[in-house]
């Protein structure tokens, strides 16, 4: 029963959004893939076949092309795995099906190394999505977790049902979100039918347009002393086809109300215990309000879905050369890409801003911002010491509106860096039965760090060096070091290997992902 449900809302949410924008907004493109950390431990064994109805769902409705593949990995504590990855439909789908929930004991699973392991088979720019009714061990691993995901720039996002026996501490999950650009949806284990009604809000979206969470509460905006709890106000643009927003709170019942420019009332189309989104189709341009009656902890998204949908993509430079890790205090390029049909922008008052990833206040904004071809815009900034997201607005030609996107991903300045060394070609190249060597460097700022640990994530097991190691690093050294690896027989042409590199301090931390794919030896 639940199941029909669940497919008939999501059938109904592709009627009306477009198949086209439907996949957009599950991030679903034909060079993506599809995740899927699986807990099957027995206390899922009710959930688990409205957890495979929902995967079902959102695989067949993904494009049928020889590039997407489909990986599951199922967990249950002690033990991850086997991970499986597919370019095959009919046998992702058989290997589903013979999923089992069983065994189990303890509160906390082995979530973590799960989602690791995911990481090392996601493409980038692919979405995860993790089911579980439990906590997590081996909290020290979170940090791993966050640089692999914003390095690959994949979101996840977490299906949490709760547990009949043990209490489960969220900020783990609600971190690797925020920090992913996913979000976590905690629900009720006899409502898990009802999930299909919120699962379209957690792709990445093409258009977020603002999110936040009470831990900024002190950045809202409360305009009545009659009104209790949290208060939040966003725009919304003439370009916004369908408004979406999504709203988790830590509290159970919450009353949630969203609010149009004009004050009238919009009611949620999705409501659970923890959860509330509201759709809005063809919405009027203006401030909209959120409020939400609970001091207690939230977090909320806002997206724009369309065909037509406005977003902005962007990276940063320096020294004339696109760079991942942005150091505090440097002075960077950024390069601003707007994603817009031709006319939907009138040119004019173009700006980005660094804001807060908590209270979406600016705190900087990019000076010098300059139209250099097309829908390009450069400018520069100095770099913070806060995580920041970037904010772009724009206005719109037919109604001369102000257009509002963000980030979905949260970006963290840092002190230090890491240089690779060598041949990139060669050693992105490596064959079976072959050792060598990846050599790197790494260089830092910190006025005061001096010791640290490096460690390597290496999910592939093809190093034989030591994968952690403590080393002491000046202020302006230059620190080289090398991992050895060996390529085995077991590893398969076409197969990519990663390495995740982490430098500790005491203040700061910084990573770097080393990828390489396994080739036919010719020799």
């Known amino acids: ?170 900020s783990t999950y609600l971190r690797i979100a925020d920090q992913t650009g996913g979000q976590v949806l905690s629900l009720e284990k006899d409502k898990l039918g009802e999930m299909s009604n919120l699962v379209h809000s957690t792709g990445m979206g093409q258009a977020p347009i603002s999110s936040g969470s009470s831990s900024g509460y002190e950045g809202r905006n409360r305009r009545s002393v009659e009104i209790t709890g949290q208060h939040y106000t966003f725009p919304c643009d003439d370009t916004v086809e369908t408004l979406l927003v999504s709203v988790n709170c830590e509290q159970s019942g919450v009353a949630v109300s969203l609010f149009t420019p004009e004050g009238r009332q919009i ?69 601003v890409n707007i994603l817009a049909e031709d006319g939907v922008l ?71 860096r890491i240089y690779v060394h060598g041949d990139l070609v060669e050693q992105m190249q490596l064959s079976p039965l072959t050792r060598g060597s990846f050599a790197f460097s790494f260089v830092h700022g910190h006025p005061t760090d001096r010791h640290f640990t490096i460690s390597v994530s290496d999910p592939a097991g093809i190093l034989y060096s030591p994968k952690r190691f403590d080393v002491e690093v000046r202020k302006g050294a230059l620190y080289e070091f090398s991992v050895r690896y060996a390529i085995s027989a077991n590893h398969k042409e076409g197969e990519e290997l990663r390495l995740l590199l982490t430098v500790r301090g005491e203040h700061f931390q910084v990573s770097y992902l080393q990828t390489a794919i396994v080739v036919r030896s010719f020799s």
Request: aromatic letters at 10%.
């Open 1 to 170: 029963r639940h199941r029909r449900s669940a497919n008939s809302f999501l059938d109904f949410i592709r009627r009306k959004l477009g198949s086209q924008t439907f996949n957009q907004f599950f991030s679903i493109e034909p060079d993506t893939s599809l995740t899927f950390v699986l807990d099957t431990t027995g206390s899922m064994d009710k959930e688990m076949d409205e957890v495979k109805g929902i995967v079902r769902y959102i695989f067949h409705n993904s494009p049928s092309t020889s590039y997407a593949s489909y990986t599951l990995v199922p967990f249950r504590d002690p033990h991850y795995g086997p991970v499986q990855s597919f370019y095959d439909r009919r046998a992702f789908l058989a290997s589903l099906e013979n999923l089992q929930a069983v065994g189990g004991g303890d509160c906390d699973e082995v979530v973590l190394r799960a989602i690791h392991e995911g990481l090392s088979e996601a493409d980038s720019l692919s979405p995860i999505f993790v089911f579980t009714d439990a906590g997590t061990k081996h909290k020290e691993e979170m940090e791993s977790v966050i640089n692999m995901g914003q390095w690959m720039q994949v979101p996840v996002f977490f299906f949490l049902t709760p547990s009949d026996t043990c209490d489960k501490d969220l």
């Open 267 to 335: 009611f949620p189309t999705a409501s659970l215990n923890h959860a509330k989104q509201f759709e809005v189709s063809q919405p009027p341009p203006g401030i909209w309000t959120l409020i939400a009656a609970t001091e207690e902890y939230l977090s909320y998204r806002v997206n724009s879905v369309g065909a037509r949908s406005l977003d902005f993509s962007c990276y940063f430079k320096e020294a004339g050369e696109p760079i991942k890790n942005i150091i505090i205090g440097s002075t960077v390029e950024v390069v």
């Open 346 to 416: 009138s040119g004019e008052g173009v700006q980005l801003a660094l804001v807060s990833p908590e209270s979406g206040v600016a705190m900087a904004t990019v000076s010098n911002l300059r139209h250099v071809r097309e829908s390009q815009y450069r400018g520069n900034f100095t770099v913070p010491k806060y995580p920041f997201r970037l904010r772009l607005e724009a206005r719109t030609r037919r109604g001369g509106t102000i257009a509002r996107r963000i980030t979905p991903h949260i970006i963290n300045p840092t002190y230090g």
